[in-house]
């Protein structure tokens, strides 16, 4: 009997470290599944911050270019100016040419702040939305 008794305890050990066993398991691999999902979120958030930063780093490289662009041509129609203020032969002449550069440039400004402005804008709007759709990805996670 006492063999019998040792058998049935042997047994009963083994289900127990069976299924001990199997719930250390089973934490292990919700463990591993909790640390896979956080590494891919912020594989993720890193990705979309990665793609604002492109989005931004091309879009004021273009904007700087754009903006020394008209650097050359306000400093050209500056010279131009000059260089035609040399040849007034009166005062009337050269508060007429003064006038006229004076006109031609406020246009220029202003349609150069214009351009810049929109361009400053669609960056703005470019760089926003790759941070959308994390968030957007975030929250949706989260729900």
């Known amino acids: 009997m006492s063999e019998s008794k040792s058998a049935r305890q042997a047994e009963k050990r083994i289900t127990e470290l069976s299924g001990a066993t199997r719930e250390f398991a089973r934490q292990g691999a919700d463990f591993a599944k909790d640390v896979s999902d956080r590494t891919k979120a912020t594989a993720e958030e890193t990705n979309t911050a990665g793609e604002a930063y492109a989005t931004f780093a091309s879009g004021a490289v273009e904007f700087h270019r754009q903006w020394?662009?008209?650097?050359?041509?306000?400093t050209n129609a500056t010279l131009d100016f000059v260089h035609q203020v040399l040849?007034?032969?009166?005062p009337s002449a050269f508060v007429e040419l003064s006038a006229e550069h004076?006109?031609?440039?406020?246009?220029?400004f202003a349609e150069q702040a214009r351009h810049l402005t929109g361009m400053a804008q669609k960056l703005t709007t470019d760089m926003a939305a790759p941070m959308q759709?994390?968030?957007k990805n975030?929250?949706?996670k989260a729900a």
């Open 138 to 140: 975030v929250f949706n």
């Open 133 to 135: 759709a994390g968030m």
């Open 68 to 74: 020394i662009e008209m650097i050359r041509a306000n």
């Open 102 to 108: 004076a006109r031609k440039q406020a246009e220029a």
């Open 87 to 90: 040849g007034v032969k009166s």
